[in-house]
């Protein structure tokens, strides 16, 4: 019986790994790099064929279920959520059908969205060696995420507004979690952050959290 999440954090594997801290659960980490061919091993392509980082195995008891592999690193977090948190109002599972549709859309919108143009960002104002970055590629995708990033930044003054300090609800979510993980990697876009000013705090505040901060120094 148990929980393990392949993947280290310095990928989409944080998105599990993050959900598994917040909830205070014993799991198993296994470090599976992306790169070096470990994600094209026999072993681990018959956990994800579609060898990728990251993966999540949840041994059950026969009748629930047995084995039940998870890939999809926004599902990885959300049946996480779902699965091993207490819907009480105080964790980051969903606690009503209103905050679970709001886990659900976020999520699938910032893998819709916003991902691709995030990782352009990260990769060429900061992740690449300097003399690989094209600036361009970087502009153009700060130019497209004004779009969605409009369309957070009203939610989140919605919720302001309402009395409800995150995504879904007066509390993180595992909601705030898997669009703050894609969106953290747009962070050094800084005039795209600076004109959008609720969306670049809420995202600091979701990643300073001490789960957040453990994860990525463990590593
Ligand atoms: N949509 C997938 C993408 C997974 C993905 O591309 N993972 C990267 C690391 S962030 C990876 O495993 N790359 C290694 C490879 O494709 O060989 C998810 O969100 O889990």
């Not at 919720?159 to 995150?166: I, N, T």
């Not at 953290?184 to 959008?196: F, Y």
């Amino acid at each position: 019986m148990g929980l393990t999440i392949h993947g280290i954090a310095a990928s989409r594997a944080v998105r599990p790994l993050w959900a598994a801290t917040e909830l205070g659960l014993d799991f198993t980490h296994v470090p599976t790099p992306y790169q070096g061919g470990a994600t094209r091993s026999p072993g681990f392509l018959a956990l994800n064929p579609n060898g990728h980082i990251p993966v999540v195995v949840d041994q059950q008891p026969p009748e629930q279920g047995g084995e039940i592999v998870v890939w999809e690193s926004m599902a990885c977090a959300l049946y996480i959520a779902r699965h091993h948190g207490q819907p009480d109002g105080h964790s980051i599972t969903p606690a009503t059908a209103r905050e679970d549709a709001e886990a659900l859309r976020w999520s699938f919108w910032a893998v819709n969205e916003l991902e691709a143009d995030a990782l352009t960002v990260l990769m060429h104002r900061m992740a690449m060696p300097a003399e690989r970055r094209k600036p361009e590629l970087a502009a153009a995708a700060e130019k497209r995420l004004t779009v969605p990033l409009r369309v957070i930044e009203q939610h989140l003054r919605q919720q302001h507004e309402r009395g409800e300090s995150h995504l879904a609800a007066d509390r993180f979510t595992v909601a705030d979690l898997c669009v703050a993980s894609v969106l953290n990697w747009a962070r050094p876009a800084r005039e795209l952050m600076a004109a959008h000013p609720l969306t670049h705090h809420w995202v600091r505040r979701c990643v300073e959290r001490p789960a957040h901060v453990a994860v990525k120094a463990a590593g």
